[in-house]
């Protein structure tokens, strides 16, 4: 069972999780290394929600044990850094991926290696059917996707390149099913899906997405949910709803933001969107219309991510970055980049937010990361660990999640480390 599974669980849920082998409500149920259970207890449905890493126990089409209104606040804190050493690789402007070893132990990280991927791996994400296999775009004006192998001392090497077909991919997504991968670019606002090789090597069967249908449309994130796929657009002030039908992907609808907010990164758990906005820096909470078609929708909550005291939050000055989310669903972390000259001293902040069982937020901590310009944090598979990185300067930074998630604690960093946008663990 994992270690993530909720001590507030009533035992009477336990009791009956054990007896029927299933996972518990909210609990993982699924992902990247996971060995556990695939079911869920009843009531709930193993559904996937940060796809390759984490699958979830939602509540599904039977009704829900009323034991579980009350589950999803207290976290167990993570009871000591387990001791092995972890590979982390990080991509950015550059041309390439470094591989960083993390010793939680003695709390250092360094660079053990590098390979080349072309130009700007800004975004990376590994397989999630086999962990020796890595993407990444090419984050320029003729934009590109890599396909790299990983070898068991964690260097990679480059193998498949395919187009993007457009400017500047910021954004891809491997989907679940390790078969299928889909970019986006950020400068001409349009993408393309390619089909894997057996091998998941080489980039087949391209399919043009076309620009979406607004004056400048700023495609910023691909999220899988269902069969549907949901895009992030800063330009369009949307969240769009694309399907495929035979070789083409259409738009279906789209979730509204607020005018001039500019969707940046998204997560999703169970029928509940959480946005992160760059331009007016809120983390929104959102039910998922059921019909793609419905173009409307509520707001559960609405809050600043700037950091406490800011008072000169001249427009321009901060620019939301990522949002990530842990695994059991109940905290977000979102990151934004101060680009003042010069920055506050304490660097970027990480803004936390616990997640009620109605998606509900609420700001518990700010952290000060002393690193400039977060626009890549990577938390570990497992949960225990975020890495963050210094896009302007700082190194990187590895934080253990403590007191359930609600607080972040500096186990290691490296000042020394290059510029990085994007992280891995593997
Ligand atoms: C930390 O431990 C790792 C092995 O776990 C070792 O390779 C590394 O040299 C150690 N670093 C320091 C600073 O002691
Ligand atoms: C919702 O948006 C889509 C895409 O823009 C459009 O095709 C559809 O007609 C809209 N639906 C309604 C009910 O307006």
């Not at 192998?149 to 400017?167: E, F, L, Q």
């Amino acid at each position: 069972m994992s270690r993530f599974v909720h001590r507030s669980l009533t035992i009477a849920l336990l009791a009956s999780s054990s007896a029927l082998a299933a996972s518990p409500a909210w609990g993982q149920c699924g992902g990247t290394g996971w060995n556990g259970d695939t079911t869920c207890v009843s009531g709930y449905v193993c559904t996937a929600i940060s796809p390759p890493y984490y699958s979830q126990c939602i509540p599904g089409a039977a009704p829900a044990p009323t034991t579980t209104a009350t589950t999803t606040t207290a976290q167990p804190a993570p009871t000591g850094s387990p001791s092995t050493l972890r590979t982390i690789l990080a991509g950015g402007y550059g041309s390439t991926i470094t591989t960083f070893q993390f010793s939680p132990s003695n709390g250092s990280i360094s660079v053990s290696g590098s390979c080349a991927s072309g130009s700007s791996p800004s975004w990376m994400e590994l397989s999630p059917t086999n962990k020796n296999i890595l993407y990444s775009t090419n984050e320029i004006s003729t934009g590109g996707m890599s396909s790299f192998t990983i070898s068991s001392s964690g260097i990679c090497s480059r193998v498949g390149t395919a187009s993007s077909n457009g400017d500047g991919p910021a954004y891809m997504a491997v989907f679940t099913s390790g078969s299928e991968v889909m970019a986006m670019n950020y400068n001409s606002g349009d993408g393309i899906s390619y089909t894997l090789s057996s091998d998941k090597l080489q980039f087949t069967n391209p399919i043009p997405i076309a620009k979406f249908p607004v004056a400048v449309p700023h495609p910023h994130m691909v999220a899988q949910y269902g069969s549907e796929v949901f895009v992030t657009d800063l330009g369009a002030d949307k969240v769009w709803r694309l399907a495929r039908s035979g070789n083409a992907w259409s738009i279906t609808g789209f979730i509204p933001q607020p005018s001039g907010s500019g969707p940046r990164h998204m997560q999703i758990r169970g029928s509940t969107i959480f946005i992160l906005h760059e331009l007016d820096n809120t983390l929104s909470s959102q039910p998922i219309p059921s019909s793609p078609g419905a173009n409307s929708t509520t707001t559960i909550s609405s809050l600043s991510v700037l950091p406490p005291g800011i008072t000169n939050n001249y427009p321009g000055r901060f620019h939301a970055g990522e949002l990530i989310m842990s695994p059991d669903g109940a905290f977000l972390y979102a990151s934004n980049r101060d680009t003042a000259t010069p920055p506050d001293s304490r660097g970027d902040a990480i803004a936390i937010f616990s997640v009620d069982s109605a998606g509900h937020l609420t700001l518990v901590k700010q952290v000060f990361t002393g690193l400039q310009v977060v626009r890549g944090m990577t938390m570990s598979p497992d949960g225990t660990f975020i890495i963050a990185g210094g896009q302007q300067a700082g190194g990187v930074v590895v934080f253990q999640r403590v007191n359930g998630g609600s607080d972040l604690q500096v186990v290691a960093s490296n000042a020394g480390a290059p510029a990085t946008t994007t992280f891995v663990w593997i």
